[in-house]
């Protein structure tokens, strides 16, 4: 049953003296989805990826990656990882594809073929005879994704990698995440960035003090449970009256000069008070059904600590 998941843990656990820094802990990763290891600064997250890559030994509690069993199978499985833990460390005085050889030459001739177009897959093709020192953090990290990609990995495992991008950056690196989950690999991210986990993933663990608190698809955990919907009007006291005429409308409040907030039964389409708004003379120019965001849900439920 292991096989059918990238990563499975069970009630992993390591203590550093009596600090508890990952506490039984079970986390399922589906293959071929990003998935979102969100947490607060010390919940634990690069602790569990550290024992996953068998960089600590656990304390207790079981792992699997791609179907082996770790410790015990960690060559098989790291065979098909590719990881990125903190920042990612090069020979700086040399160029990327100096580095890059380096890295194929112990993880043999198949990586040594790949090193050309992993340069290019992360944009680096043109800049590629420039010496790593002259690199931006986000080429740097680019460059990171390259040396993964050497062994054509079935999963990635990267730790904060949007850590200190700018925003260009982290779109590049969201597209790129996508790319890769599109190809069937498999994308573990762990972040603090609630945005970002929440543009990148398809599933998320919440984890806070060690433990996991939520684990689910983001469509199911954020639907839009309230039924709760925006709407920008011309008129809007003209709106207020007819909504509030409406049985299946409810908790209507004006939120800006032009906006205004209600509760819809969940039974009545939207498209349904759009019409019954249209038919009573009053145009509606935007239509937002408001959603509950990942990031309500994570500080509602986390200690919230160093959040930024
Ligand atoms: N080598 C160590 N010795 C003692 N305590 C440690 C060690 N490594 C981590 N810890 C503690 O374990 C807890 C979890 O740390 P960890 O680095 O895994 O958290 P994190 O979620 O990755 O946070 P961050 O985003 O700040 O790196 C923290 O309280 C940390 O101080």
Redesign the pocket.
């Known amino acids: 049953m292991e096989n059918n998941f990238a990563v499975r843990t069970e009630g992993l656990t390591k203590k ?1 003296g009596d ?1 508890i ?1 990952v506490n039984s802990v079970d986390l399922t990763i589906p293959r071929g989805v990003a998935f979102g290891y969100l ?1 607060p ?7 569990l990826i550290r024992m996953l890559l068998g960089l600590t030994p656990s304390t207790s509690g079981q792992m699997w990656m791609l179907g082996e069993k770790v410790p015990e199978h960690r060559s098989l499985a790291l065979a098909k990882v590719g990881a990125i833990v903190e920042e990612p460390r090069f020979h700086e005085y040399m160029t990327a594809l100096e580095n890059l050889r380096i890295a194929a030459a112990v993880r043999g001739p198949e990586a040594e073929k790949r090193i050309g177009e992993s340069l290019e897959r992360v944009g680096l093709g043109e800049r590629s005879k420039d010496k790593v020192k002259s690199y931006s953090l986000g080429m740097r990290q680019r460059l990171g994704i390259a040396r993964c990609l050497l062994t054509d990995p079935e999963l990635l495992i990267l730790d ?1 990698p949007m850590n200190g991008l700018d925003p260009a950056g982290i779109m590049e690196f969201r597209l790129l995440i996508r790319a890769f989950v599109g190809e069937g690999r498999t994308v573990v991210i ?1 972040s ?1 960035l609630l945005d970002e986990i929440e543009k990148t993933c398809d599933a998320v663990s919440i984890v806070d003090q060690g433990q996991i608190i939520r684990q689910g698809n983001l469509s199911e955990m954020f639907g839009n449970p309230s039924g709760e919907v925006e709407i920008e009007v011309g008129d809007s006291e003209g709106a207020l009256s007819v909504l509030s005429r409406l049985s299946y409308v409810s908790s209507v409040e004006l939120v800006g000069k032009n906006q205004l907030k209600f509760e819809l039964n969940p039974e009545v389409k939207p498209s349904q008070v759009n019409s019954d708004l249209v038919l009573a003379g009053v145009l509606v120019e935007k239509f937002s059904p408001t959603r509950k965001t990942l990031e309500d849900e994570f500080l509602s439920i986390t200690s919230n600590m160093g959040i930024h």
Do not use: L, M, P, R
């Not at 600064?41 to 602790?47: C, D, H, M, P």
């Open positions: 550093y600090k820094a947490g600064n010390g919940a634990g997250k690069t602790t904060e762990s603090h």
